[in-house]
Nanobody
Framework: QVQLVESGGGLVQAGSSLRLSCAAS????????MGWFRQPPGKERECVAG????????YYADSVKGRFTISRDNAKNTVYLQMNSLKPEDTAVYFC?????????????????WGQGTQVTVSS
């Protein structure tokens, strides 16, 4: 069973930065793509960033492109989401997830394992 544990969320002011981390258990971390999703209150969960197993390919939602950076350290079984220039509309619960494949995917159904989520709140 794969376990994913997120950390790094919090309450910040608009324009600030946060870095989310997600530590994964298991010995096959590098074989699978990882993704960061977010779910604002009352809204659907959406993929904001994804990274392939090797780290060579990434995806960003238009809403975060140029502000967020996803990366991974396969030696540490950890994926990161660096969030800069945060806006109030970035407020959400952020989840990391492990995909079923090694290439970048963006739909929820392609992800098998999920973390518990970490709250990010951006005040104006």
């Amino acid at each position: 069973q794969v376990q994913l544990v997120e950390s790094g969320g919090g309450l910040v002011q608009a324009g600030s930065s946060l870095r989310l981390s997600c530590a994964a258990s298991g010995r096959t971390f590098r074989s699978y793509a990882m993704g960061w999703f977010r779910q604002p209150p009352g809204k659907e969960r959406e993929c904001v960033a994804g990274i392939s197993g090797s780290g060579s390919s990434t995806y960003y939602a238009d809403s975060v492109k140029g502000r967020f950076t996803i990366s991974r350290d396969n030696a540490k079984n950890t994926v990161y989401l660096q969030m800069n220039s945060l806006k109030p509309e970035d407020t959400a619960v952020y989840f990391c997830a492990r995909a079923q494949v090694s290439g970048v995917v963006t739909t929820r159904s392609r992800y098998s394992y999920w973390g518990q989520g970490t709250q990010v709140t951006v005040s104006s």
